[in-house]
C-alpha cells in the first residue's frame, strides 16, 4: 500500500526558513510527480509545488517563486520543499503528495487524485 510521510514543518518567524521531507513509500511506478498542496483555515486549498520524476520539470505557485525551492532526494520518492523568507501568508497544513504526473498542480479543480499525506503544519508569525 502506498504510504505518504511529511515532516519538517513548526513555527518560525517571518524571514525565517523551514525545509519539509517527503517520502512515499509503496509506490509502484518509477515515474511520478510528487510535491506540495496546503490549505490554510477559511482558504481554499493551494498548490504549492511540484518536481517530476528526474527533476527537470517543476511546477511553483506564483506566490512561493523566488522563495521556496523543490528538489530530490537521493532515496527513491523522496523530495525536499526548502521554504526561504517566509511569511505569514504561508502559514497552512502543508500536504505532500505523488501522483503519476503533474497536471493536478496546474488544474484548480482537480479532486481525489493521487496519495496524500497526513500533513505538517507550519506557522509564521509576525
Known amino acids: 500500500q502506498v504510504q505518504v510521510a511529511e515532516s519538517g514543518g513548526g513555527s518560525v518567524q517571518a524571514g525565517g526558513s523551514l525545509r519539509l521531507s517527503c517520502v512515499a513509500s509503496?509506490?509502484?511506478?518509477?515515474?511520478?510527480?510528487m510535491g506540495w498542496f496546503r490549505q490554510a483555515p477559511g482558504k481554499k486549498r493551494e498548490p504549492v509545488a511540484a518536481?517530476?520524476?528526474?527533476?527537470?520539470?517543476?511546477f511553483y505557485a506564483d506566490s512561493v517563486k523566488g522563495r521556496f525551492a523543490i528538489s530530490e532526494g537521493n532515496a527513491k520518492n523522496t523530495v525536499y520543499l526548502q521554504m526561504n523568507s517566509l511569511k505569514p501568508e504561508d502559514t497552512a497544513m502543508y500536504y505532500c503528495?505523488?501522483?503519476?504526473?503533474?497536471?493536478?498542480?496546474?488544474?484548480?479543480?482537480?479532486?481525489?487524485?493521487?496519495?496524500w499525506g497526513q500533513g505538517t503544519q507550519v506557522t509564521v508569525s509576525s
Open positions: 509503496g509506490y509502484t511506478y518509477s515515474n511520478n510527480c
Open positions: 503528495v505523488i501522483d503519476d504526473a503533474c497536471a493536478a498542480w496546474y488544474d484548480s479543480y482537480a479532486s481525489d487524485f493521487g496519495y
Open positions: 518536481i517530476y520524476t528526474g527533476g527537470s520539470t517543476t
